[in-house]
């Protein structure tokens, strides 16, 4: 070698690790591991980026015909050589190893070896042979299989697919439980280390099936009997210990995520019942049902481009427009009463029609007319039309607002008539029927037809007259 002797440390070092690398590899089924050296496998994920970087700049000066230096070279190939090693110490932790593990570390091993192999050219003064530039080449390719194929040991086979279609996420109206609910948990938090390419404690949760299984300590589950399930167990240990699921640095389940788990074990851990299988008086219903509302801030993502300066040319002294949050496109459109009150006020809110999810007309004298125009406002989730004029052919027009939850519509002239335009709003929550021609009847057979609507319909008459009596009823 043409090194002085101070620099021989790296040769030697570089040559017992890549030795000590091809034994790994040849004898890994005769190994074991002892606990400190297994731990520090877990250094893997923490220092791999940083020999990419260094050997990548280090073949970019080679193919480009720049010298490397030296000491570049060292640093890049010793820290490939370290990166490898742990990840084999890593893998000892998976008994099982599927096909993407076994390549990714195949492939790791063999970009070390033969990082190791361009440094040993280099030292004896062929760093610009024909071969050692084929080596760099092939160096590009071996990183970017390895990173590949790492890729989908860590976050699945299709990490790194190229996307044909937009994944639809949205749960169905009437899930599975453990197909549409709980699948969907397990496979956001649990799968990437339970999977048949890594399926750590001998666990994979890819199916029922496995899931029923168990690991190494046999069953994860006991149907009926949450409280004796290891996995649920192990989702209530302390975040410190080494045995709660999912280990620290991953993603936590939320509580409402780990109380669905424990009432569909709880109910016999079944791949087949669906949700409207379930008694409204179960609290698993109420869980899912939960689970199915969308996050605000992504239910109105595709909600269109709405510009400051027109909400400020509609807004008035008597008209506030506001967005119901910083960087949203929803609205939030309050009338007050003026003086003197025209119907353009509401008919030039059209402009904004698909953005206005909230929406108070309280006390203005509303036509039809205006309530046409807001029959039209697709995306309305709340609706204050009390104190106004509107009418059972009013409410009637109203069918057409499928996302209302909330509607506002008391002290008006309503009748018996407007509950079966109630009964088709498909996401109405509640409901303010109070000083309204409503009969209890009515009341009574939307209740029914609705258990989960609530209905302020006001102060039952027992209530009321205990406070007329007393004196204590202040009147609206």
Same mark, same amino acid.
């Given at each position: 070698?043409?090194?002085?002797?101070?620099?021989?440390?790296?040769?030697?070092?570089?040559?017992?690790?890549?030795?000590?690398?091809?034994?790994?590899?040849?004898?890994?089924?005769?190994?074991?591991?002892?606990?400190?050296?297994?731990?520090?496998?877990?250094?893997?994920?923490?220092?791999?980026?940083?020999?990419?970087?260094?050997?990548?700049?280090?073949?970019?000066?080679?193919?480009?015909?720049?010298?490397?230096?030296?000491?570049?070279?060292?640093?890049?190939?010793?820290?490939?050589?370290?990166?490898?090693?742990?990840?084999?110490?890593?893998?000892?932790?998976?008994?099982?190893?599927?096909?993407?593990?076994?390549?990714?570390?195949?492939?790791?091993?063999?970009?070390?070896?033969?990082?190791?192999?361009?440094?040993?050219?280099?030292?004896?003064?062929?760093?610009?042979?024909?071969?050692?530039?084929?080596?760099?080449?092939?160096?590009?390719?071996?990183?970017?299989?390895?990173?590949?194929?790492?890729?989908?040991?860590?976050?699945?086979?299709?990490?790194?697919?190229?996307?044909?279609?937009?994944?639809?996420?949205?749960?169905?109206?009437?899930?599975?439980?453990?197909?549409?609910?709980?699948?969907?948990?397990?496979?956001?938090?649990?799968?990437?280390?339970?999977?048949?390419?890594?399926?750590?404690?001998?666990?994979?949760?890819?199916?029922?099936?496995?899931?029923?299984?168990?690991?190494?300590?046999?069953?994860?589950?006991?149907?009926?009997?949450?409280?004796?399930?290891?996995?649920?167990?192990?989702?209530?240990?302390?975040?410190?210990?080494?045995?709660?699921?999912?280990?620290?640095?991953?993603?936590?389940?939320?509580?409402?995520?780990?109380?669905?788990?424990?009432?569909?074990?709880?109910?016999?851990?079944?791949?087949?019942?669906?949700?409207?299988?379930?008694?409204?008086?179960?609290?698993?219903?109420?869980?899912?049902?939960?689970?199915?509302?969308?996050?605000?801030?992504?239910?109105?993502?595709?909600?269109?481009?709405?510009?400051?300066?027109?909400?400020?040319?509609?807004?008035?002294?008597?008209?506030?427009?506001?967005?119901?949050?910083?960087?949203?496109?929803?609205?939030?459109?309050?009338?007050?009463?003026?003086?003197?009150?025209?119907?353009?006020?509401?008919?030039?809110?059209?402009?904004?029609?698909?953005?206005?999810?909230?929406?108070?007309?309280?006390?203005?004298?509303?036509?039809?007319?205006?309530? =046409?125009?807001?029959?039209?406002? +697709?995306? *309305? $989730?709340? /609706? #204050?039309?009390? %104190?106004?004029?509107? @009418?059972? =052919?009013?409410?009637?027009?109203? +069918?057409? *607002? $499928?996302? /209302? #939850?909330?509607? %506002?519509?008391?002290? @008006?002239?309503?009748?018996?008539?407007?509950?079966?335009?109630?009964?088709? /709003?498909?996401?109405? %929550?509640?409901?303010?029927?109070?000083?309204?021609?409503?009969?209890?009847?009515?009341?009574?057979? /939307?209740?029914?037809? %609705?258990?989960?609507?609530?209905?302020?319909?006001?102060?039952?008459?027992?209530?009321?007259?205990?406070?007329?009596?007393?004196?204590?009823?202040?009147?609206?």
């Amino acid at each position: 070698m043409t090194q002085t002797t101070k620099n021989r440390w790296a040769d030697y070092t570089i040559l017992g690790l890549s030795v000590f690398l091809i034994f790994c590899l040849l004898f890994e089924p005769f190994i074991e591991l002892p606990n400190l050296v297994s731990w520090l496998g877990r250094w893997h994920p923490l220092v791999l980026h940083f020999p990419i970087v260094l050997l990548l700049i280090a073949i970019f000066l080679g193919l480009t015909g720049k010298p490397v230096p030296r000491l570049l070279l060292i640093v890049a190939v010793l820290s490939t050589l370290i990166t490898a090693i742990l990840g084999f110490f890593l893998g000892m932790d998976v008994p099982i190893k599927g096909d993407l593990l076994f390549w990714h570390q195949l492939l790791g091993g063999a970009t070390a070896l033969i990082a190791a192999l361009w440094y040993g050219l280099d030292a004896i003064g062929l760093e610009k042979a024909m071969y050692t530039k084929v080596l760099q080449v092939v160096l590009i390719g071996l990183i970017a299989f390895t990173g590949h194929y790492g890729g989908m040991v860590t976050h699945g086979e299709e990490f790194l697919a190229f996307p044909t279609e937009e994944p639809d996420d949205k749960i169905p109206e009437n899930p599975i439980v453990y197909t549409d609910i709980v699948f969907r948990i397990l496979d956001d938090k649990c799968v990437s280390c339970h999977n048949p390419n890594k399926q750590k404690g001998e666990l994979v949760m890819t199916s029922f099936d496995k899931l029923l299984e168990g690991g190494e300590d046999g069953p994860i589950l006991v149907a009926g009997k949450p409280e004796e399930s290891e996995m649920i167990k192990r989702l209530h240990l302390p975040m410190e210990d080494e045995d709660h699921m999912p280990p620290e640095g991953k993603n936590p389940l939320q509580e409402n995520e780990i109380a669905i788990l424990e009432q569909w074990i709880a109910l016999g851990a079944s791949d087949t019942i669906r949700l409207n299988q379930l008694p409204e008086s179960e609290p698993l219903v109420s869980l899912i049902k939960e689970m199915m509302v969308p996050d605000p801030s992504e239910k109105w993502a595709k909600l269109p481009k709405v510009a400051d300066s027109t909400l400020q040319n509609l807004a008035s002294d008597y008209l506030s427009v506001s967005r119901v949050a910083s960087n949203t496109e929803a609205l939030n459109v309050v009338i007050f009463p003026p003086p003197e009150y025209h119907p353009k006020t509401i008919t030039d809110l059209k402009r904004i029609a698909n953005n206005i999810v909230a929406l108070d007309l309280s006390r203005l004298p509303i036509s039809e007319t205006e309530i =046409s125009v807001i029959a039209t406002f +697709a995306n *309305l $989730e709340r /609706l #204050e039309v009390d %104190k106004t004029p509107i @009418t059972d =052919s009013g409410v009637e027009k109203l +069918a057409s *607002l $499928e996302q /209302l #939850e909330l509607l %506002k519509i008391y002290d @008006t002239k309503i009748t018996d008539k407007s509950i079966s335009t109630f009964k088709k /709003l498909p996401n109405l %929550k509640s409901l303010y029927l109070y000083k309204t021609e409503v009969s209890e009847n009515a009341v009574a057979d /939307l209740k029914k037809e %609705k258990p989960n609507l609530l209905i302020n319909d006001g102060i039952d008459k027992e209530t009321q007259a205990f406070f007329v009596a007393t004196d204590s009823v202040i009147n609206p």
